[in-house]
């Protein structure tokens, strides 16, 4: 058996696209692996591999400024037919604060108002963006003639 350690890195990318205006807790999206897992040249788990994540806190963009907010977090890939717990790929984005702005309208006299109704930066993560992220438990993956028998420690692979 060829042995992927837990803590082994992988690089993902996002199906979907996400944006702090739309999604909300608890939001289920589409990852999938965007480079086949290889050791010592051969493949061992193709790239295309799906999996999925969770929005973890979401925030519209407000007034007076107020930056939207969207934090994400991988929960597992279908690697060679097992649903494998990830993690490490957190994301947290942030919009462009708008508070500054909000606050220097507040301060010009009879433009008060005005600062209420600056509105602030939405999060948008466009379908294909990467990030890395860590198996959270051992994968065992059957060796195949091709296959180096091996135990894989901690690392980042591609």
Not at 70 to 96: C, E, H, P
Request: glycine share 12%; no cysteine; charged share 20%.
């Amino acid at each position: 058996m060829l042995r992927l350690a837990a803590g082994t890195q992988v690089e993902v990318e996002l199906v979907d696209h996400l944006s702090s205006s739309t999604n909300k807790l608890g939001d289920r999206f589409t990852i999938r692996l965007a480079q086949p897992i290889s050791i010592q040249g051969v493949d061992i788990v193709a790239a295309g591999a799906t999996g999925q994540g969770e929005v973890i806190d979401a925030a519209r963009a407000g007034m007076g400024g107020k930056q939207g907010k969207l934090i994400i977090s991988a929960r597992y890939l279908d690697l060679n037919g097992r649903q494998v717990r990830v993690r490490g790929m957190t994301f947290l984005a942030a919009g462009k604060s708008r508070v500054d702005l909000a606050t220097g309208v507040l301060l010009v006299p009879y433009a008060g108002v005005a600062a209420v109704l600056i509105q602030g930066g939405e999060i948008e993560m466009p379908a294909g963006a990467r990030a890395t992220v860590r198996l959270a438990e051992d994968l065992e993956l059957p060796v195949s003639a091709t296959t180096p028998s091996t135990t894989v420690e901690t690392g980042k692979f591609q």
